[in-house]
């Protein structure tokens, strides 16, 4: 979503005049767009606005403009810190940027950050955009989350669930469709309660997706995060039936302990968690199956840990993010008692529990060994001498499960262009890609990268 708005910032100053430059002494405005969700947000900003400080000393003009969630929290203290920067704004507000440097090159410093939309609808997700591969976009579908996650800053900085309106996605994506985009990726922090807050009709997510599905052009639809607790039969049923959803689903676990999953306030158990793994392993064939899961929440005991070991086998991930616990301040979870486990302990479970998780990672990855895949290419390979033994055709894509392929084998009559599908025969894995040769070229992709 952050680095969504980043490319939203660059849409809108690019419509306004500004132009991009890779050199930072050619600047004349360098914008930060903070994300707090991780540790080190704050060392990260600050440590970079230290060295953006003695920038500004030989070149007085420069205009340092701080935005995202860190901003969105902190607001005017953030100035306090570095008074050298000359514009706030906060994630409701992105799309006044613009105008926000203007004041500043007139007035001086400014401080501008909203507590809450001030429509019902949020501007800024309707702005230009400025993506980086012009056959793959991402389609923001709603901003907040109503949620309460123990360990979570979202909410707090994001607000509550805002839903961009139905037709109004759809549109964007056609639009895409006929800039020559063929894969689109909806983001929103709980994508499976989109709609609920849209005045008249309420469309559900799966609507959604069987309306996108219509849209001609579009080849491949993704969509991240789903909430387990809100992963409802007629989602399944629509991924199942809509041909250009691709078959994978980013399902967050966070913990395989009833008790620790009550404390992270997640809303459901790991048995309900499995069940509907389960019901959508059934429904939709070849599912690729993501998640992400926390290590050392407070007052993680061993037992806790060994059943978010048992959940993870069980549910035989194709990947997993693991992360180990950090408390984000403002949440309830940094207040919580047995803050610290003994760091041992953790990184003995960390790396524990990433021995199942890559396990089962090279498995699934292995069991595709043999199999003709769809690859749409997605980029130059940066490691081009993948496996060695085989001549590396330069690119990188993805299959329909989301699973990156290096491609070998011999060049092709006609150029491979990135945006282009393609039938690759799998013959190498590893826990994180599949290496394959190509066949044919289904579609011809439209740039040259
Ligand atoms: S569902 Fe939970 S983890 Fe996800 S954004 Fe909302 S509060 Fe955060």
Known sequence: MNEHDSERLTGLLERDGYEATSLLEEADVVVLNTCCIRENADNKLYGTLGQLKSLKKHKPSLRIAVGGCLAQKDGDKLRERADHVDVVFGTYNLHRLSELLERSNLYGP?????????????????????SKRSHSAWIAIQTGCNNSCSFCIVPKVRGREISRPFEEVLQDIADQAAAGVVEITLLGQNVNSYGRDLTGRKPLFADLLREIGKIEGIKRVRFTSPHPKDLRPETIDAIAETPNVCEQLH???????????????????????????????RRIDDLAVTTDIIVGFPGETEKDFEDTLAVVAAANYDSAYTFIFSPRPGTRAAEMKDQFLPPDVVTDRFN?????????????????????????IDALDKRPNVQGAQSSLGFVGRTRQGKLVHLVGSTPRAPILVGSLVNVRINAAGPHHLQGELLDIVHNGNSLS
Do not use: C, F, H
């Not at 021995?355 to 089962?360: A, F, G, K």
């Open 251 to 281: 399902l967050p676990l966070q913990s395989g302990s009833n008790r620790v999953l009550a404390a992270m306030r997640r809303g459901y158990t790991a048995e309900r968690y499995l069940e509907r793994l389960e019901a959508a392993r």
């Open 352 to 376: 524990r529990l990433l021995m199942v998780t890559e396990r089962s990672a090279l498995e699934r990855n292995e069991s595709r060994i043999g199999r003709v895949e769809e690859v749409l």
């Open 110 to 130: 400014v401080t501008e950050i909203w507590d809450r939309p001030a429509e019902t609808t949020i501007p800024a997700l309707s702005l230009p955009k400025r």
